[in-house]
């Protein structure tokens, strides 16, 4: 089993950065894809970033692509989103997510899972 961690969540203003982490316990996260996703108030939770587990691979949702940055240190354990020129419309809980094999878009074939951490960007 993995358990995942957020931090790095806050609130930043508009145009702004923020650098999520997600940290893994689990001594083969290496074999594990991890996926992040954003959850808005009233809507459903959205594919942002993905990355395979030896990091050669990266996915990203078309509103993130050239903003978002996403990275994983296999040493420590942890995957990284860096969030640059933020935007008010990015504001949602936004949560890590695991699965052994490759990336997926789709949130249902993630099997483990964060809590979340909550990005507030103001305007």
């Known amino acids: 089993q993995v358990q995942l961690v957020e931090s790095g969540g806050g609130l930043v203003q508009a145009g702004g950065s923020l650098r999520l982490s997600c940290a893994a316990s689990?001594?083969?996260?290496?074999?594990?894809?991890v996926g992040w996703f954003r959850q808005a108030p009233g809507k459903e939770r959205a594919f942002i970033s993905a990355i395979s587990g030896s990091g050669g691979s990266t996915d990203y949702a078309d509103s993130v692509k050239g903003r978002f940055t996403i990275s994983r240190d296999n040493a420590k354990n942890t995957v990284y989103l860096q969030m640059n020129s933020l935007k008010p419309e990015d504001t949602a809980v936004y949560y890590c997510a695991a699965r052994q094999g490759v990336t997926r878009y789709s949130a249902d074939e993630y099997a483990y899972w964060g809590r979340g951490a909550q990005v507030t960007v103001s305007s």
């Open positions: 689990g001594r083969t996260f290496s074999s594990y894809a």
